[in-house]
């Protein structure tokens, strides 16, 4: 299913709309596999949530394989433009 990113959080966290639903939960907030990007207040953050933005806010993504609810994200693979949204931060893997 596709879903629409409405906003970006940080470098590898983002809400979708409409809300996804997996294993009879609920929500909009998104964590893809794959990559894992600094925190707020460390080195590089900023530049991973831009560059997360520039790529991904406002546009459509698929969302595929959940894992497991972590702190109220589905964490899943994510496909943007036919391709996996972490090949795009390969320094991050």
């Not at 409409?18 to 596999?33: C, D």
């Not at 698929?62 to 795009?88: M, T």
């Given at each position: 299913?596709?879903?629409q990113?409405?906003?970006v959080?940080?470098g590898?966290?983002?809400?979708?709309?409409?809300?996804w639903?997996w294993?009879?939960?609920?929500?909009?907030?998104?964590?893809?596999t794959?990559y894992?990007?600094?925190?707020?207040?460390?080195?590089?953050?900023?530049?991973?949530?831009?560059?997360?933005?520039?790529l991904?806010l406002?546009k459509?993504?698929?969302l595929?394989?959940?894992v497991?609810?972590s702190?109220?994200?589905?964490l899943?693979?994510?496909e943007?433009?036919?391709?996996?949204?972490a090949?795009?931060?390969p320094?991050?893997?």
């Amino acid at each position: 299913m596709s879903f629409q990113v409405t906003k970006v959080i940080d470098g590898d966290t983002f809400e979708v709309s409409p809300k996804w639903n997996w294993n009879g939960k609920a929500g909009n907030i998104v964590r893809p596999t794959g990559y894992n990007t600094p925190e707020e207040g460390k080195q590089g953050y900023n530049a991973a949530k831009e560059r997360l933005a520039k790529l991904i806010l406002g546009k459509e993504v698929i969302l595929k394989n959940a894992v497991e609810l972590s702190y109220g994200r589905l964490l899943c693979d994510v496909e943007y433009n036919g391709r996996n949204l972490a090949d795009n931060f390969p320094e991050y893997k």
